[in-house]
């Protein structure tokens, strides 16, 4: 069975930083055949992939709100996926959730497989 988990998430001042985590477990291949997506969705807004790391080569994707701030990487050994941030604002407040598709070079909301959600709040 495929699950997903994050962690990591939590109440930082704007400016800070975090790291979010999410494991994997239930894979049939390895880690690196899989694209991980990094997605968010704050109170009364539509779901946005923020981040991607492609199958394979480990293409990486940010959106233009994130870019430069949060880093995407994976490590094959832990089955875990990193989503660094750093400067984070107000605006980055949400429910950060990892998904997973075999085989793709791009992260979509149609994603195979999702996490249940780790919160992070960025406030004073």
């Known amino acids: 069975q495929v699950q997903l988990v994050e962690s990591g998430g939590g109440l930082v001042q704007p400016g800070g930083s975090l790291r979010l985590s999410c494991v994997v477990s239930?894979?049939?291949?390895?880690?690196?055949?899989?694209?991980i997506g990094w997605f968010r969705q704050a109170p009364g807004k539509e779901r946005e992939e923020v981040s991607c790391?492609?199958?394979?080569?480990?293409?990486?994707y940010y959106a233009d709100s994130v870019k430069g701030r949060f880093t995407v990487s994976r490590d094959n050994t832990k089955n875990t996926v990193y989503l660094q941030m750093n400067n984070l604002k107000p605006e980055d407040t949400a429910d950060y959730y990892c998904a997973a598709r075999p085989g793709a070079w791009r992260c979509d909301a149609g994603m195979d497989y999702w996490g249940k959600g780790t919160l992070v709040t960025v406030s004073s």
């Open positions: 239930g894979f049939t291949l390895d880690l690196d055949y899989y694209a």
């Open positions: 790391i492609s199958s394979t080569i480990g293409a990486t």
